[in-house]
């Protein structure tokens, strides 16, 4: 069992950068894959961005590729998200999800999950 416990959302400029935290309790971080996702009013949770246990092997969503980079500290039990170049359609509430498994995109393969932060950028 794990608890997710994101922040860092907020209100930004179009063009400006955010960096989200997501914390995570217990012992076992560095067993876990660790994702994040997002979902936008009247839209479907999506996958952004994802990293494997050591930080070694990273896999990002094509919208997200370039501006956005998904880092880990295991020794802090803490995910970032940090995000460039942001546009309007960043916009949404973000989720850091966990699994133990070799999850990648697949919303459905990750078993624990954060209860969001709010990113909104404006034009």
């Known amino acids: 069992q794990v608890r997710l ?3 860092g959302g ?3 400029q179009a063009g400006g950068s955010l960096r989200l935290s997501c914390a ?3 012992r076992t971080f560095s067993s876990y894959v660790m994702g994040w996702f997002r979902q936008a009013p009247g839209k479907e949770r999506e996958f952004v961005a994802r990293i494997a246990w050591s930080g070694s092997s990273t896999y990002y969503a094509d919208s ?3 501006r956005f980079t998904i880092s880990r500290d295991n020794a802090k039990n803490t995910v970032y998200l940090q995000m460039n170049t942001l546009k309007p359609e960043d916009t949404a509430v973000y989720f ?3 699994t133990t498994s070799w999850a990648f ?3 459905t393969q990750y078993d624990y999950w954060g209860q969001g932060t709010q990113v909104t950028v404006s034009s």
């Open 5 to 7: 416990v994101e922040s």
């Open 10 to 12: 907020g209100l930004v």
């Open 24 to 26: 995570a309790s217990g």
């Open 64 to 66: 997200v590729k370039g």
């Open 96 to 98: 850091c999800a966990a």
């Open 105 to 107: 995109h697949t919303l």
